[in-house]
C-alpha cells in the first residue's frame, strides 16, 4: 500500500557524495523507518557506503541526530561525513 511509505530527500556532502555518485537522491522508506534503515537502504544501492556509517552524522530537517531518530514523511536528511580544510 502507498501508505505504508515515506518519501525524503536525501542530501550527501563530501566522501558521501564522492561514493555515491551524486550530491541528492530522493528514497522511499517504510513508515517507521530510522535513520539506520536509510543508511541501510543506500548501502544496498552501493555496497561501499556501508563503510561510511562509522564517521557519519546525519541531520534531519537541518537538526543534528543519532541514527535510531525516525524519518518523517517528506523530510530532508544529510549525510554528513567529517571533513577538514585549511
Do not use: H, W, Y
Not at 557524495?17 to 551524486?22: L, Q, R
Not at 543508511?39 to 552501493?46: A, H, I, K, P, R
Amino acid at each position: 500500500m502507498a501508505g505504508d511509505n515515506i518519501t525524503c530527500t536525501v542530501l550527501l556532502f563530501a566522501k558521501a557524495a564522492e561514493v555515491f555518485g551524486k550530491r541528492e537522491t530522493q528514497l522511499a522508506l517504510p513508515v517507521q523507518s530510522t535513520g539506520n534503515d536509510l543508511f541501510g537502504l543506500l548501502s544496498e544501492q552501493v555496497p561501499e557506503f556501508t563503510q561510511l556509517k562509522c564517521t557519519c552524522a546525519i541531520a534531519v530537517n537541518k537538526t543534528l541526530c543519532s541514527f535510531e531518530t525516525p524519518i518523517e514523511d517528506k523530510a530532508v536528511v544529510a549525510i554528513l561525513p567529517p571533513v577538514s580544510g585549511g
